[in-house]
C-alpha cells in the first residue's frame, strides 16, 4: 500500500490501533458496567418485593391477633406496592420456564386482604377466606425468596462474567498493543539499521552509496541525501587530492630545479668545447661529447616527464620497485628541504623491493621525509628503515620512518591523518600532506600508523601489502 509506504503513516497507524483499542477497552467496559447497573437494578426490585410481601405478611398477622383495621390497611398497602414493583421483575429470565409456581398469588393476595378489611368488625373471617390468604401470602412469600436467591446468583455470576471479560479485553488489548508496536519499531527502525550497516561498510570501503529503496519515503530521501552527500564527500576529496599533489609538486619543484640544472650545465659545457675545439677535436672525442649531450637531454626529458606524470591523475599501476633508489630520489628531491645539520640514516638492503605505484608511492615518501625533515631538531637524525614482512594476512613491504623532533601529543594522534589538520603554525602548512599520504597508502591497500611520545619524536609505519600479481608470480 502506497500510503503505508511513508514511516510518518506507519507511526500514526500505531497510534491509531493503540488509540483504537484503547477506546474499545473503555466502550467494553462501560457495556459491562451498564449490564451489572440492569442487573443490580433487577437485584433492588426483587429486594423492595420481597421486602413487601414479609410486610404484609407481618402485618396480616398482627390483624388476626390484636385486631387493628390500621395493620390490615397498611399491609394492603404493601402487597399493592409488592404488586406494582413485581411488574418490573423479569421473573421469566429469573426463574426460567419451570418458575409459574405462586405466579397467580401475586395479584391474588392483594384482594384477599380487601376481603378480610370488608368483613364485618364484629365477625371473625370466614375459616375458608383465612385458609385461602394464608395460602396465597406463603405463595407470595415463598416466590419472593426464589426470587431473592435467583436475583442474587444472577448478580454474582454477571460479576464474574464482568470480571472475566474485563480481564481478556485488557489481555487482548496489551498483545494487540504490543504487537503493534514490535510491527511499527520493526517498520521504523529496520531501515535505519539497514541505513547504518551500508554507512560502516561505506566507511570500510566495501559498497560505495547506501541501499534504502523500498523503505519508506523518509528513508528513501535520507539514503539520496546521503548517497548525494557521499558522491559530493568524493568529489571533494578527489579535487583535494589533485590540489595537494600540486602542492607537493611545488615543493619538489626546487629540487627538481637542481636535478634539471645538472644536465643543462653538461649540455651546456659539451655545446662550449664542440664550438671552441671543433677542428682540432678528433672524431672520437666528438662522438663522445654528442653522446654526453644525448644523455643529458634525455635525462632532463625523464625529469619533466616524471613531474607531468606526478601532477597528472592517471589510475594506480604497481610494479616491482626498489626501496632503497626511490628512498635516495625523494631525498635528492628534498635535498634543498633538508638541514644539512640534519643526518639521514637509511637502514635499507639494496634488494628490498616493494609492490607499488613508483610515482605515487614516491609522493608518500616525499611528503613523510618532508614532515621528518621540518620536525627534527638542528643536528638531529631521520632514521629510514624498510624490510620484507611476513603477516598473517600475507606478504608485504614494511617502513619506518622515525625523527627526533618534538613529536606529536597524544590528543593529537587519532587527528592528524585527517585533511586540512596541522599543528604547524599558520603559513607553515597545509595540512594535507599526512592526509594524501594516507589515501595513497589505502589505495595500495597498505596502512599506516604513528607512535610518539611527546618529546620524543614520531615513528610512522608504513606497511604495503603485495599485489595480485605478485602472488601470481610467487605462484
Given amino acids: 500500500m502506497k500510503v503505508l509506504r511513508s514511516l510518518h503513516a506507519k507511526i500514526v497507524l500505531g497510534y491509531c490501533v493503540v488509540g483504537g483499542l484503547f477506546i474499545a477497552l473503555v466502550v467494553n467496559a462501560l457495556f459491562q458496567f451498564r449490564f451489572l447497573e440492569r442487573e443490580l437494578t433487577k437485584q433492588q426490585d426483587v429486594v423492595v418485593f420481597y421486602d413487601a410481601v414479609r410486610n404484609a405478611r407481618r402485618l396480616e398477622k398482627n390483624f388476626l391477633l390484636y385486631k387493628k383495621n390500621g395493620d390490615l390497611d397498611e399491609a394492603v398497602q404493601q402487597a399493592n406496592i409488592a404488586l406494582t414493583t413485581f411488574e418490573r421483575i423479569p421473573f421469566p429470565t429469573l426463574l426460567g420456564e419451570s418458575g409459574d409456581s405462586g405466579l397467580g398469588s401475586v395479584s391474588l393476595y392483594p384482594q384477599l386482604l380487601v376481603r378480610l378489611a370488608n368483613s364485618p368488625k364484629r365477625q371473625l373471617p370466614s375459616q375458608e377466606v383465612l385458609q385461602e390468604t394464608y395460602a396465597a401470602g406463603s405463595a407470595l412469600l415463598k416466590l419472593g425468596e426464589r426470587l431473592d436467591i435467583a436475583a442474587k446468583n444472577k448478580v454474582k455470576q454477571s460479576i464474574g462474567q464482568h470480571d472475566a471479560d474485563l480481564l481478556n479485553t485488557i489481555w487482548a488489548a496489551l498483545v494487540l498493543a504490543i504487537a503493534t508496536g514490535i510491527i511499527v519499531t520493526r517498520s521504523v527502525v529496520r531501515p535505519l539499521r539497514e541505513i547504518e550497516n551500508d554507512l560502516k561498510k561505506v566507511a570500510t570501503g566495501e559498497v560505495e552509496r547506501v541501499d534504502g529503496h523500498e523503505a519508506g519515503a523518509e528513508v528513501e530521501s535520507l539514503t539520496r541525501s546521503i548517497n548525494d552527500t557521499l558522491q559530493e564527500l568524493e568529489l571533494r576529496q ?196 599526512l592526509f594524501v599520504a594516507h589515501e595513497i597508502i589505502v589505495q595500495h591497500g597498505g596502512s599506516v600508523f604513528v607512535e610518539s611520545q611527546f618529546g620524543h619524536g614520531a615513528r610512522f609505519w608504513i606497511h604495503i601489502p603485495d599485489g595480485p600479481e605478485e602472488l601470481e608470480e610467487n605462484v
Avoid at 640544472?261 to 678528433?282: A, F, R, V
Avoid at 614532515?371 to 629510514?384: D, H, P, Q, V, W
Fill in 238 to 433: 578527489t579535487t583535494v587530492a589533485r590540489s595537494s599533489r600540486l602542492m607537493a609538486l611545488g615543493t619538489m619543484l626546487s629540487g627538481v630545479a637542481h636535478e634539471l640544472n645538472n644536465p643543462l650545465s653538461n649540455i651546456s659545457s659539451s655545446c662550449q668545447i664542440l664550438e671552441e675545439e671543433w677542428q682540432e677535436l678528433p672524431d672520437q672525442q666528438v662522438q663522445k661529447l654528442l653522446l654526453q649531450i644525448d644523455g643529458q637531454v634525455l635525462r632532463a626529458q625523464h625529469i619533466v616527464a616524471t613531474l607531468l606524470d606526478f601532477s597528472g591523475n592517471r589510475a594506480l599501476k604497481r610494479d616491482r620497485q626498489n626501496v632503497r633508489e626511490m628512498v635516495k630520489e625523494s631525498l635528492t628531491l628534498l635535498s634543498s628541504r633538508i638541514s644539512p645539520e640534519i643526518r639521514v640514516s637509511l637502514e635499507i638492503d639494496e634488494t628490498t623491493w616493494i609492490m607499488a605505484d613508483r610515482l605515487r608511492f614516491q609522493q608518500v615518501l616525499v611528503n613523510m621525509i618532508k614532515n621528518a625533515a621540518e620536525a627534527t631538531l638542528s643536528a638531529g637524525t631521520i632514521r629510514i628503515e624498510a624490510r620484507r614482512d611476513e603477516l598473517p594476512e600475507g606478504s608485504g613491504t614494511t617502513l619506518e620512518i622515525e625523527d627526533e623532533g618534538e613529536g606529536i601529543p597524544a590528543e593529537h594522534l587519532k587527528q592528524i591523518f585527517d585533511p586540512f589538520y596541522t599543528t604547524k603554525t599558520i603559513g607553515k602548512g597545509t595540512g594535507l600532506g
